[in-house]
């Protein structure tokens, strides 16, 4: 790896439109002030540097759960998964994964599979942070069942500043674990609902890379 492609990494072709904008935004800062104009070139590289994709190696061994997004554990808890993907009424662990303007926002599987369900459901904009985004917020809710026959369900959350969810990815599609999903764009959160039985090996405030670190590892038989 050369040094230039340690700091400049490819963008996510949903970027483009959104840092030509700020493009010509900037231009027309020129215009009036140099001190305007360089603001919005500032302002430019960090849009271009938010829809960065980097490549991730994803572990291959088998059994493991990795995160699905770049961030910080903001919880663990038990929760019932979206209502919406027709999975059993009962809590499952849930990690969520807050990702701030910063953080990449490229989302990934976090386990191989097939897609059972995408279900969209609008919502609120409140803080991605807080617990009660899981509920009120923007999300879209994907259903990945493994091969073993198990569930796996990811969800994307909109924030504070985030206003458009994008899923790549339709039912019956098969995905890698690792593979891209998904983005959402300027702040949101992740959540993963692990199987039951199936207990978390990550803490609160620890950092996340999507599609490398390792948040679960499966047990071997289902619990019943």
């Known amino acids: 790896m050369d ?3 340690t700091f400049v ?3 996510h072709r949903e970027g483009i439109r959104f840092v030509a904008i700020f493009a010509a935004i ?3 800062l020129f215009l009036i002030s140099d001190f305007l104009g360089w603001i919005g070139v500032g302002l430019t590289v960090w849009c271009y540097y938010f829809f960065r994709d980097p490549e991730r190696v994803t572990p291959n ?3 493991l759960i990795v995160s699905p997004a770049d961030g910080i554990i903001s919880l663990i ?3 019932v998964p979206p209502a919406e993907l027709g999975m ?3 809590a499952l662990t849930r990690v969520s994964v807050f990702m701030n303007v910063f953080n990449c926002h490229v989302n990934r599987a976090p386990v191989a599979g097939t897609v059972k369900a995408v279900a969209y459901r609008p919502g609120k904009f409140f803080n991605a942070s807080l617990d009660k985004a899981s509920a009120d917020n923007e999300r879209n809710s994907l259903c990945i069942e493994m091969p073993d026959g198990r569930d796996v369900a990811v969800v994307q959350i909109a924030g504070l500043v985030a206003r458009r969810i994008v899923c790549f990815v339709q ?3 098969v995905l890698n674990a690792g593979e891209r999903f998904g983005l959402i764009r300027f702040g949101s959160r992740l959540d993963v609902y692990l199987p039951k039985g199936v207990d978390p090996l990550v803490s609160v405030g620890q950092t996340m890379v999507a599609g490398e670190t390792v948040i ?3 047990t071997n038989k289902k619990e019943v």
Do not use: N, Y
């Open 88 to 90: 059993p009424d009962e």
């Open 26 to 28: 900037t231009l027309g």
């Open 61 to 63: 061994r088998p059994g």
């Open 9 to 11: 990494k490819p963008m």
């Open 171 to 173: 039912p019956q599609a």
């Open 77 to 79: 808890e038990e929760a």
């Open 3 to 5: 040094m230039l492609s």
């Open 216 to 218: 679960a590892v499966l």
